[in-house]
């Protein structure tokens, strides 16, 4: 891995997730790679981090996407390599971002097709690609640094020690000019935090951090004044040229400096191509069709105002966009046939210059422009045993396309009779395998389960701290802790009281209930967010944020339940410890049960509204059959009261309350049948009778652990089956 003191290069991301025993075996002669051999003097070499990025060529033809029946995307193609940026510039609303969302696979196309170094878009892949979102997602109360270190400690590779990826995290502040707001929140509308250029280059440093090939970028400029365009600009082509990086921007009206550092533009008009080409071509295309852009004239300004013009003007450019497709400058690689099954090397790589000094004897790869330098063996293919499998003799190749910097790294296998075939292009001279066949299968985490599952805990932990254990929260709490101790104070053990007894427990519950039920139900929508983002771009699996996100919040779960049951059940009138801390046991959970629900319900619907109404129905429901409020339940609706959670976790407390507290006294005119026969304390299975269902305390605490496990569950089902981001 290498990081440049000019920009910030970590090592491929693709290498980053390779096995150890992969990466070992990928020691490559420097003189096998140019980029290597033209790495910047100043470069750094980190220990652990053995392999330079990966350039990638993106390739994209036809796409065409509908979107509610109309269509947003019409036959729009185009190729960037390695080194180059490509702008896409449109009027507002012609499909931009539509088609960033199409080149990362978050979209599925109506046709067309695009292609990563010859190779489909595979989820492999669509995990590697680095999206900046046009919204900067973010969770509000992490400060920036907090925020990268967080990234770096989930995103590189377990091989980097902490102190490595702390370093990279400096490095990316350093070149991203972030050092002023390092210690600020992010904020969002309701607290102050980054400016919005500054949250601009934070989401462009998350993504940085992983060294991606390949970048997209949604309108980075926006909201920029025009110096910090200039430099974050002006940034992002250095790194695409030193570092061999392809890059697309989106842009809406690029001052005329910026304009000139793209390499490529793609204009597009109504979801249509107008204009795609070379930056430096574009002046001369509008003036070929009658529109000479005036001198001193911003280009970037003038090619927008034409496809902003009257529907007639719009048509003729396409038209003339369509044209140009059929001039000899047109990318060969986006005309259909190019990407047939089977490509004779020959004709696409007939090289006049070819020295084919490294081939073997019957080498017959040539390609004009070309280096190519390969070898021959013998193999048996795709894991057979050579007992098994005849063997056969396999060629391979790395072509180097050149032209400036964009070396396209390829990988040509010849295989027995089909000599002189493009049989497979990975691209990947990194990669040892022969076959693509298994993309899915060759994917790695960057770091470990137990790893994401630390990282991702603590920063649960120290995301809703502030939000769980606000101020205004404490206040409420030890509020409430202090009004229900005063309102219940000391009762007396007798029937007149049991009825107040009882209220403080159902009120205890339902209050905590609703506390950590709405409360995870407000906090997931914005935090999905965020968890889509991160998932889409592989960062940790699932499992390791389902189960750090249940143990991460816990202790702030139960912090205010515990202080409020600790101010308010000694002023009840205090018994003794054991019943004191298996109240607060049930009390918790109970809590933990309800903000399952509210966790399973805030993921399982999109829609707040839907999902408030839905948990509005059910609390009050659980209120209801809880046992405290309706106590005469006719029987065929009784059965609802098993379906409430506060009513198992209520019936507990009473069970302890009366069983190891005092008893309670019958009163002189009991309504307890059990008091009439000279009994002086009302037994407690009595006070449970009275309130209907009543299960034994086991049974209560198995059904509301049942509760907990089976909302976890469904949680994650939904998340991981449902719910998954696209
Ligand atoms: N999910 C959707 N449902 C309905 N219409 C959609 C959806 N997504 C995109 N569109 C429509 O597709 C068109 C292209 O949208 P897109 O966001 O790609 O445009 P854009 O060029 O990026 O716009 P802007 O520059 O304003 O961000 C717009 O007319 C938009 O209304």
Redesign the pocket.
Known sequence: MIISKDLFLLGDQDYLRLPKDEKRAMVRPAANNPRLESAPSAAIQLPGAEAPPRPLELVFCGLSVC??R?P??RDVSGVVRPGELLAVM????????????CLSGRTKLDAGWVRLNRERLSKRWKRRICYVL?QDIFFPDLTLRQTLEYAARLRLPDTLSHAQKMQCVDHIIDVLDLTACQDTIIGDYMKRGLSGGEKKRANIACELLTNPSLMLL??PTSGLDSHSAYSLMRCLKRYAEKEGKTVVV?V?QPSSQIFHMFNKLLL?CN?QTAYFGEVSKVVDFFNNIGLTVIPQYNPADFILEQVKGSEEMKEKIIAASKDARRLPDYPQELLPEYYSNSVNVCDKYTMPKYDDSHLPANGNVGTSGCHCQGGSWTEARNGHSPHSSPSKTVKMCAVMETGAQNSVYSTIVTVGNDEGKLCLDNQSYASSSVSSSDDDMSWHWPTSFWTQFKVLSQRNFQEARPRMLSKLNWVQTVALGVMAGLLWFQLERKEEALHDIQGWMFFSTTYWMLFAHFGALSSFPPEREVINKERLSGAYRLSAYYLAKMVGELPLTITLPAVYHLISYPMLGFHSAAVFLTLLGFLLLNTVVAQSVGFFIGASCMDMQVSITISALYTLATQLFGGYLATNISPWLRWMQYLSMVHYAYQNMQIVEFSDGAPIECAVQTKFDACTNGTKHIPVQAILDAQGASLPLWANTLVLLLFLFLFRVLGYVVLRYFRRPK
Do not use: Y
Not at 90 to 101: A, E, Q
């Open positions: 979107v509610a109309r947003v995307l449109g009027p507002s609303g012609c499909g931009k971002t539509t088609l960033l969302n046009q949604d309108e989106t809406h597009l979801g």
